[in-house]
Nanobody, 128 residues
Framework: QVQLGESGGGLVQAGGSLRLSCAAS????????MGWFRQAPGKEREFVSV????????WYADSVKDRFTVYRDNVEKRVHLEMKNLRPEDTAVYYC?????????????????????WGQGTQVTVSS
């Protein structure tokens, strides 16, 4: 099992930047693909990004591609989401998630139901 906790959210103006972090505890962090999702008020939780076990491969939603960067540190057991050029539509609660079975190479890892472990979320608010 793995326990997850996000940090780094806050209020930022449009065009600004934030870095979210997700700290993991438990064993074998490097065995898990790590995903980021977000949920805006009144909307379903949506995929943002996923990173492979080694960190060598990353995938992004089209809406955040070229603005967000995901990376991980398997020694520190952390995954980060660097967000630049933020827009008001990026406002949401951001969640990190972990699962050892997803495989974006084969089309999984993009849906909420595919992840076994979740953090509590961190609020990101982008003002216009």
């Amino acid at each position: 099992q793995v326990q997850l906790g996000e940090s780094g959210g806050g209020l930022v103006q449009a065009g600004g930047s934030l870095r979210l972090s997700c700290a993991a505890s438990g064993h074998s962090f490097s065995d898990y693909y790590m995903g980021w999702f977000r949920q805006a008020p009144g909307k379903e939780r949506e995929f943002v990004s996923v990173i492979s076990r080694s960190g060598g491969n990353t995938w992004y939603a089209d809406s955040v591609k070229d603005r967000f960067t995901v990376y991980r540190d398997n020694v520190e057991k952390r995954v980060h989401l660097e967000m630049k050029n933020l827009r008001p539509e990026d406002t949401a609660v951001y969640y990190c998630a972990a699962d050892g079975q997803v495989n974006p190479f084969r089309g999984t890892g993009y849906r909420e139901r595919e992840y076994a472990y979740w953090g509590q979320g961190t609020q990101v608010t982008v003002s216009s």
